[in-house]
């Protein structure tokens, strides 16, 4: 009998959630048992959810600001870990990995109830990069949405849709640059 492989928590909010564009890449780790889906959950913390450019989500790692966001918690193997930080760009400077407190959606409304308050759940999630997260949410009206919906993301336009000679950071560059535009929110 082998050694268990550790899992990592991961908190998803935007575009790998059920529904949504990238969730084929959760589909696939499910399928492979390098992923498993584990519920809705929120932050315990508010934060600022935002829209960039192509109507991609970013979560900012603003503390204290924004709103307290509903996403989905995956538990995934190395391996699947590996595959979610190619797909966001922790190499390239396009997200960030980083810790975030959850608790269950469901089990804080049921306690809300009974005042009790929900199990806070240690995960991790990716951050817009503090490079450019400022801007972002200056560029936003240091305004956001709890929830990356359907609404939110009409508009997005897939990785392999958009522009092929300009980079991803030179996306967000001039996302944040153009003030005029109001596609933002």
């Known amino acids: 009998m082998g050694v268990e492989e550790k899992k990592f928590l991961v908190f998803t909010y935007g575009t790998l959630k059920k529904g949504f564009p990238n969730h084929v ?15 809705i959950y929120k932050s315990k913390n508010k934060y600022p959810l935002v829209c960039g450019p192509y109507k991609v989500p970013f979560l900012l790692n603003f503390p204290d600001s924004g709103n307290r966001i509903f996403g989905e918690l995956y538990s995934v193997s190395k391996l699947g870990l590996n595959r979610m930080d190619e797909l966001e760009g922790i ?26 308050g929900g199990s806070i759940v240690e995960s991790v999630a990716y951050y817009g990069h503090r490079n450019y997260a400022e801007e972002l949410w200056k560029r936003n009206g240091q305004k956001g949405f709890s929830k990356y919906s359907e609404e939110e993301a009409k508009g997005y336009i897939r990785r ?9 950071i030179q996306h967000i560059n001039l996302f944040i640059s153009d003030s005029s535009s109001s596609d933002s929110n």
């Open 25 to 39: 890449l959760l589909e696939d780790l499910i399928k492979s048992g390098d992923a498993e889906y584990l519920g």
């Open 91 to 116: 190499n390239n400077g396009h997200y960030e990995r980083l810790p975030i407190q959850i608790v269950s959606a469901a089990a804080e409304d049921e306690e809300e109830e009974s005042g009790s």
């Open 160 to 168: 392999k849709d958009r522009p092929k000679n300009v980079t991803f």
